[in-house]
């Protein structure tokens, strides 16, 4: 039986092409990763099919679009995805206001960022895995729970019936 591994949806919102595409490929050099690009946050809410597990994200998504939501205003629009947001931005307010509004990670665009983009991409990815295999755990607890909770009842009924025919 062959073990299929699973494929993580990553989208990437980044309004530079070269950047967007140096994270594209970068990310799509780990065989558990399938990536889509948007160019901005609208872009990226009209694609209503897209299932995203985590997205990469730029803080200032306006140089094409000067009108384009920021990060910011994004984030506060996707809830329940892990959000890893870049950006040359050093001020910690920024950190910090993005931080209030749910991302797990900042990575500053430095001659390292798009191996930090990988390696932060890597945790969040490891940690839907653990948290999936928990789930399944508890599926699997609870379906072990639910035969034991019926087996007592039956052994506990025979009992009784036993005791009423003697």
Same mark, same amino acid.
């Given at each position: 039986? &062959? =073990?299929?591994?699973? &494929? ?13 595409? /140096? ?28 299932? !995203?597990?985590? !997205?990469? !994200?730029?803080?200032?998504? $306006?140089?094409? $679009?000067?009108? +384009?939501?920021?990060?910011?205003? /994004?984030?506060?629009? %996707?809830?329940?995805?892990? =959000? %890893? ?28 960022? +798009?191996? $930090?983009?990988?390696?932060?991409? +890597?945790?969040? =990815? ?8 928990? &789930? ?11 035969? /034991?909770?019926?087996?007592?009842? /039956? ?12």
């Amino acid at each position: 039986m &062959k =073990i299929r591994k699973r &494929k993580f949806n990553i989208g990437i919102v980044e309004d530079c092409e070269f950047i967007r595409e /140096l994270i594209q490929w970068e990310l799509s050099q780990r065989s558990d990763c399938k990536v889509k690009c948007f160019s901005t946050g609208e872009e990226l809410l009209l694609d209503k099919h897209y299932q !995203m597990d985590v !997205m990469v !994200m730029d803080y200032k998504l $306006n140089s094409i $679009n000067k009108s +384009a939501m920021n990060g910011v205003e /994004l984030s506060k629009i %996707i809830e329940k995805i892990p =959000i %890893i947001a870049i950006s040359t931005q050093k001020e910690p307010s920024v950190v910090l206001d993005l931080m209030r509004n749910g991302i797990c990670d900042y990575i500053v665009k430095d001659e390292n960022f +798009a191996d $930090n983009i990988e390696k932060s991409v +890597a945790k969040v =990815i490891s940690y839907l895995g653990q948290n999936k295999e928990v &789930k399944t755990l508890t599926k699997k607890n609870r379906n072990h729970l639910v035969r /034991l909770s019926i087996l007592f009842s /039956l052994i506990v009924l025979f009992l009784i019936i036993s005791f009423l025919r003697s």
